[in-house]
């Protein structure tokens, strides 16, 4: 198929697949909604809260043509199938590619009251559009590191858990936003692109990683997810965000094995489509939806 088809094809699946869900996924006073969209070799993660205020983790992708595009025909739709008109809290984990490319163009059509960054001056075109983005709606720009947290209401904590410190660019993976969400008894972690070191640092540093979803660090990779992770963190649930034929060959078939032999039930939006994890503080329910990737 020709790319312009392609990406025409893609942008009616994002819109439709918007549309049918604003029947399901409608505000729900009693229950937490953390959706991974279906972005290819990217992430976008949208956390709901009870009371309806929204936290968008990310908004990236290196599978689309027109990657910065994601924003405004894919994530902007989702939100706007939910009745959402602006973001309460937009997270950029790390500025690579295919997790900032499609947040300019998000914010521009949702715009957020707060963003949270590494605070790494990195010179990339998309990552200035982004920063431009954040002046012209005017949210308040905080850095994040360890410790800080974000209550959202209705229970709903969110806590940094890295970096340390306003990061340097040597390895910004290794330096991405890490955040754990507590709703009652259900806890998410999202691991964004945190490889090997990061994992290592967290652990040695005694801080609390325990999760029953995970979402996977750096897309399912083999720099990541090691076993003392796993072991630490002991996810019920893991979520891979990746391509169904991803460039990178992610994910790695090493973590995918270590998730499962721990008990982990592995889902992966290049498979599954887009993963929905609902939770009303007690148990997590799982729903896919899977579409044309």
Not at 43 to 52: A, I
Not at 69 to 95: C, E, F, N, W
Request: with cysteine.
């Amino acid at each position: 198929m020709p790319n312009d088809k392609r990406i025409a094809v893609l942008a009616a699946s994002a819109m439709i697949t918007a549309l049918i869900w604003i029947s399901v996924l409608a505000t729900d006073r009693s229950v937490l909604k953390v959706t991974f969209l279906d972005v290819g070799d990217g992430l976008c993660t949208v956390v709901r809260t009870p009371s309806g205020k929204t936290m968008v983790f990310d908004c990236g992708t290196s599978s689309w043509r027109d990657n910065e595009s994601i924003g405004t025909r894919l994530a902007a739709p989702y939100l706007q199938s939910m009745g959402i008109d602006k973001i309460d809290v937009a997270v950029l984990s790390h500025p690579h590619s295919d997790h900032v490319s499609g947040f300019a163009g998000l914010l521009a059509a949702k715009p957020a009251k707060l963003v949270l960054d590494t605070g790494i001056k990195e010179g990339s075109p998309e990552y200035m559009k982004f920063i431009r983005a954040i002046r012209k709606c005017h949210a308040r720009y905080r850095i994040a590191k360890r410790g800080q947290v974000l209550d959202m209401g209705d229970g709903v904590k969110v806590k940094v858990l890295d970096p340390t410190m306003i990061a340097s660019n040597s390895d910004l993976n290794e330096e991405c936003i890490v955040l754990r969400i507590v709703y009652g008894q259900s806890a998410f972690l999202l691991a964004a692109d945190a490889g090997d070191e990061a994992e290592h640092e967290m652990l040695s540093d005694g801080i609390k990683v325990r999760a029953q979803l995970l979402q996977v660090g750096h897309h399912g990779s083999r720099l990541a997810t090691s076993p003392e992770w796993i072991e630490a963190v002991k996810p019920d649930i893991a979520v891979i965000s990746c391509a169904r034929n991803s460039q990178y060959h992610f994910p790695s078939r090493q973590v995918v094995e270590r998730l499962e032999a721990s008990g982990a039930r592995v889902y992966i939006t290049g498979k599954d489509g887009a993963i929905q994890a609902t939770t009303d503080g007690n148990t997590i329910w799982m729903r896919t939806f899977r579409n044309s990737w």
